[in-house]
DNA sequence: TTATATCCGACTTGATTACTCGGAATAGGC
DNA sequence: GCCTATTCCGAGTAATCAAGTCGGATATAA
């Protein structure tokens, strides 16, 4: 549990294959679905770039030859951006939402168990914001254009959970 | 993002309570449902409270006057032993799934962004393994009593989404 | 024997996720 | 100017999952 979405997953793909394809020539929806192994879903591509357009993440250019490109070089972009931008605050507990001090809950310093969330809360926000896109392009250098990309039934993901 | 669910929630705030009152009577869901103003999910709870026995970590006596008690002493249960008892092995992503090595993803040392969720869940499991029941009982003693405790709808929910 | 409990599996429902659909706007190449 | 490739946008839908319910069996103290 405590997962990511599928939001998460192909946005944070999709921003690695345009961190790749740095300084080069805009990347279309098409060419990133397909790189990715994510051609079925390039509608649903669309959404998730959109947010990562709108938190000025990547820029756009319209029309023929369009496509995305990275708006800044792959050093400056935390990982933390890219999720936060895809799905929202980082917020295991609602009472745990990044920035925002919630009135909603009114146990306050009452609540014993804020402390916890808050610490699940920081160390993710840690592990994302300290590592960025050039970290993750770095890593995969060496085995670059090896294997194939697998996009996983929901079925195979139950699978996957059974084996708790 | 990345939500614990209300089983997470509710079965940390069970525990707790069973850790304020550890070495005394068995604590009915009763009268645990009623301190955490959760008498309206009471049957929920029970749900719950099974996995936590089914990983030894409450035990419990039937019948009248019957009810829960930790298993062991507060200080020696870990927070993320309740978790994952609660909501199953920590896993961000089905690829970094803990313990499991999965056999589903075949990207393996080809996918970058394995890196990144292994970091992720990493960081979650240490934090909720470096806190105890006792740390949140300690954490809460001098205002024992203040506060009541609000369940919050699933409107509330989203409202607090929206301030992201 | 009665009241109070845990125990158990199956069921229901509402919310959320993961998409899909249809079409408008924009830009390059012929 | 027209055709094609592309981004852009809002609304709709279908499947999944979380959250909670229901009915009843079993155990135990008073």
Redesign the pocket.
């Known amino acids: 549990?405590l997962?990511v979405?599928?939001?998460?997953?192909?946005g944070v793909r999709l921003m690695v294959d345009l961190a790749r394809h740095y300084g080069g020539n805009?990347?279309?929806?098409?060419?990133?679905s397909q790189a990715e192994g994510l051609d079925?879903?390039?509608?649903?591509l669309?959404?998730l770039?959109?947010c990562l357009?709108?938190q000025r993440l990547v820029e756009?250019?319209?029309?023929?030859?369009?496509?995305?490109r990275l708006a800044r070089p792959p050093e400056q972009v935390r990982m933390g951006e890219i999720v936060r931008a895809l799905?929202g605050q980082i917020a295991p507990m609602i009472c745990a939402t990044e920035g925002a001090m919630p009135v909603i809950c009114d146990r306050l310093d009452g609540c014993s168990t804020k402390v916890l969330w808050g610490r699940v809360r920081d160390a993710i926000s840690n592990a994302l914001d300290s590592m960025t896109l050039a970290d993750l392009v770095e890593a995969n250098r060496p085995i670059s254009g090896a294997g194939q990309f697998v996009?996983l039934?929901?079925?195979a993901?139950?699978a996957e959970?059974q084996l708790s």
Chains 1, 2 share one sequence.
């Open positions: 549990m997962r979405s599928t939001r998460g997953e192909y805009a990347r279309s929806l098409t060419e990133i079925a879903k390039i509608q649903y669309e959404q770039v959109k357009r709108e756009s250019t319209r029309g023929a030859h369009g496509g995305y799905e996009t039934t929901p079925r993901r139950r959970r």
